[in-house]
T-cell receptor
Framework: SQQGEEDPQALSIQEGENATMNCSYK?????LQWYRQNSGRGLVHLIL?????REKHSGRLRVTLDTSKKSSSLLITASRAADTASYFC????????????FGQGTELSVKP | DTGVSQDPRHKITKRGQNVTFRCDPI?????LYWYRQTLGQGPEFLTY????????KSRLLSDRFSAERPKGSFSTLEIQRTEQGDSAMYLC??????????FGPGTRLTVL
């Protein structure tokens, strides 16, 4: 079963613009992780935010977490063509042994 | 390369044949996870190990699927009597307890 719902399903922007992707989930969590996947490849871990954290930065990435609304967002600033990929949020829910429940992903296209 | 590796990267088989995939996790990681991903969807959890113990299996894992991690290091996933519906990307990930999961490149299975 899919816990995360991602919005939008697809996003097309110009190079240099910012991209925001949103993720909502249903149960209480230990942490939420964002991954990137290029077509036909494995998943690359981007960032992990714990349930007691509200915001985290890594380079051009900014992730926020609102546990009261059960939602998270991923912001990519100053996007590049190389950022074109699918982005997934995944939740590590309480008492679930660390297994991740993924959303369906946001397909980001950055046009040069 | 000290990341997660999977073998083979691609497998084409005929319906009814058995297939086996291998995953080598990051060496110090005690948890190993298997996921399955179909086109346009996020990965779905199949099973996970903590050391050599298989602690959880998804109901997606029918009787035709079996996974092992005999010495708490590498793991194998076997599918018996493959069906066309088994065609998917099979992803392996490892972590240190419930922390960040690092994924391998995946094994793409095509059942003809």
């Amino acid at each position: 079963s899919q816990q995360g719902e991602e919005d939008p399903q697809a996003l097309s922007i110009q190079e240099g613009e910012n991209a925001t992707m949103n993720c909502s989930y249903k149960t209480s969590i230990n942490n939420l992780q964002w991954y990137r996947q290029n077509s036909g490849r494995g998943l690359v871990h981007l960032i992990l935010i714990r349930s007691n954290e509200r915001e985290k930065h890594s380079g051009r990435l900014r992730v926020t977490l609102d546990t009261s609304k059960k939602s998270s967002s991923l912001l990519i600033t100053a996007s590049r063509a190389a950022d074109t990929a699918s982005y997934f949020c995944a939740t590590d829910a309480d008492n679930q042994g660390g297994k991740l429940i993924f959303g369906q992903g946001t397909e980001l296209s950055v046009k040069p | 390369d000290t990341g997660v590796s999977q073998d083979p990267r691609h497998k084409i088989t005929k319906r009814g044949q058995n297939v086996t995939f291998r995953c080598d996790p990051i060496s110090e990681h005690n948890r190993l996870y298997w996921y399955r991903q179909t086109l346009g969807q996020g990965p779905e959890f199949l099973t996970y190990f903590q050391n050599e113990a298989q602690l959880e299996k998804s109901r997606l894992l029918s009787d035709r699927f079996s996974a092992e991690r005999p010495k708490g290091s590498f793991s194998t996933l076997e599918i018996q009597r493959t069906e066309q519906g088994d065609s998917a990307m099979y992803l392996c990930a490892s972590s240190l307890m419930g922390d960040t999961q690092y994924f391998g490149p995946g094994t793409r299975l095509t059942v003809l």
